[in-house]
């Protein structure tokens, strides 16, 4: 699975819409973020690993006016990756993280789903 790339115009439809069907898990990151630079390989190798039914992984680049959906969910530093379910924020982590965390936190809001 490929992460789709999100942006302030379509983040309702592709994030909090979308996650009434599947889990959605957004990463939002900054080009210039070394841990971002380091979770980007972990989290889309792991991605791979599911049916792009169970779940969507989207991205978005903090900056300019997607600064503004950081902002809304209160993001203090990046990365930051939040479960979405339901069109509600379930779960989130911070920073990089090993594949076995990704996974994890994947499978623990799969089931919540």
């Known amino acids: ?6 942006n302030v115009d379509n983040f309702e439809a592709l994030v909090l819409d979308e996650s009434h069907h599947r889990l959605v898990v957004l990463d939002i990151s ?3 973020c070394g841990p971002c ?3 980007d390989p ?3 190798s792991v ?3 599911y049916d792009e039914k169970e779940f969507l992984l989207a991205k978005i680049e903090a900056e300019d ?3 503004k959906i950081a902002g809304r969910y209160g993001v203090r530093g990046f ?3 939040i479960a979405f379910i339901n069109g509600e924020e379930v779960d989130r982590f911070h920073s990089a993280q090993t594949p076995d965390f990704v996974r994890n936190f994947i499978d ?3 089931s919540k789903s």
């Open 108 to 110: 623990i809001n799969l």
């Open 79 to 81: 990365p930051t990756v």
């Open 30 to 32: 900054a080009e210039w």
């Open 65 to 67: 006016e997607n600064m």
């Open 37 to 39: 630079n380091v979770l």
């Open 1 to 6: 699975m490929s992460a789709l790339e999100i």
């Open 47 to 49: 991605a791979l690993e």
């Open 42 to 44: 972990i989290i889309n």
